[in-house]
């Protein structure tokens, strides 16, 4: 077993160093994905599509999707039997998804600030720059 100090987390390098360590992330899996690229991209609006309807086929997921989203400026469902793939809010989410696979594919590994927007993802804060590749 590894031992990690928590302290030694404290800058971002650190912790990209211990994300790549822990979860065995190499050139070899960032050189994969891109290499990946062409068949994913053709499969991202089927992928977005059937992960929504899953999400949305059950009330305890779906049920994240009723309170305004952050971000969101739309009117917002008030009950579940408004959504579908089709409401704006859902399509706003779906749009999350679906940059984030386009990334997935493209980004750079290397670089720290690709980190920073999985990072960013993970915790729910800034994606929305992340996304938009800003």
């Known amino acids: ?16 160093t211990y994300l790549k360590s822990f979860t065995n992330f190499t050139e070899a899996d960032a050189a994969a994905l891109h290499a990946a690229r062409p068949v994913v991209e053709a499969l991202i609006p089927t ?6 309807k899953k999400l949305l086929s059950y009330d305890i997921t779906a049920k994240a999707f009723v309170p305004r989203q952050t971000g969101y400026d739309g009117v917002a469902p008030t009950k579940l039997e ?11 989410r779906m749009s999350f998804l679906k ?36």
């Open 1 to 16: 077993m590894q031992s990690i100090d928590p302290k030694s987390l404290s800058t971002l390098q650190s912790r990209v």
């Open 82 to 92: 408004e959504l579908d793939l089709e409401h704006p809010m859902v399509k706003f």
């Open 47 to 52: 992928i977005v599509d059937t992960v929504y």
């Open 99 to 134: 940059g984030y696979l386009q990334k997935l594919v493209v980004v750079d590994y290397d670089d720290l600030r690709t980190w920073v927007c999985h990072l960013a993802l993970e915790y729910g804060v800034g994606w929305r720059s992340c996304a938009d590749g800003s």
